[in-house]
T-cell receptor
């Protein structure tokens, strides 16, 4: 069962274009993280959002957590070839009254930015 | 400071064999988690260890086991390897204790089972 659905799965754009990646779920998450992964490497943490409606900005990247904490989006302005990579959203939720560091990942969005 | 390190980087095994993967967390991090990432998919949670105890387990068979040492490094063991175990195995450490959501990943060990 895929608890987090990312869309689109593939995105191929030209340098300078804007794009948005979506991460949706029917479940409520305590927090949501966005990671970027390059081939042959582990995911690199970009941001963590914990409050419903929260918006965080990281240079040209804008992250938003849905009001109900079930969805999130990543918007990139003026994409550059260096933004190319696999973008993963990951949610964390409490279980059984306690919480532990289990992340549930979406299947990822492969972004290619052409010069 | 050094990030999460994993060894080996690549490994080729045959079906039925056993494998041990190793992970050293970021200095000061006491929580280590293991994930399996099959090509084309997001990572799947296998285990979390905190203060040398198993704190969480994903939906993986008993062929998968792990442990954490007093220096907080960790090993993941997989017995009776199957072709479907071929994947990138990722280790992640967390700075804020057992309940930390922020995890910092190592480069992974690429396991190929033939």
């Amino acid at each position: 069962t895929q608890l987090l659905e990312q869309s689109p799965q593939f995105l191929s754009i030209q340098e300078g274009e804007n794009l948005t990646v979506y991460c949706n779920s029917s479940s409520v998450f305590s927090s949501l993280q966005w990671y970027r992964q390059e081939p042959g490497e582990g995911p690199v943490l970009l941001v963590t959002v914990v409050t419903g409606g929260e918006v965080k900005k990281l240079k040209r990247l804008t992250f938003q957590f849905g009001d109900a904490r079930k969805d999130s989006s990543l918007h990139i302005t003026a994409a550059q070839p260096g933004d190319t990579g696999l973008y993963l959203c990951a949610g964390a939720k409490r279980a059984g009254g306690t919480s532990y560091g289990k992340l549930t990942f979406g299947q990822g969005t492969i972004l290619t930015v052409h010069p | 400071d050094a990030g999460v390190t994993q060894s080996p980087t690549h490994l080729i095994k045959t079906r039925g064999q056993q494998v041990t993967l190793r992970c050293s967390p970021i200095s000061g991090h006491k929580s280590v988690s293991w994930y399996q990432q099959v090509l084309g998919q997001g990572p799947q949670f296998i285990f979390q260890y905190y203060e040398k105890e198993e704190r969480g387990r994903g939906n993986f068979p008993d062929r998968f086991s792990a442990r954490q040492f007093p220096n907080y490094s960790s090993e993941l063991n997989v017995n009776a390897l199957l072709l479907g175990d071929s994947a990138l195995y990722l280790c992640a450490s967390s700075p804020y204790g057992m309940s930390s959501y922020e995890q910092y990943f190592g480069p992974g060990t690429r396991l190929t089972v033939t």
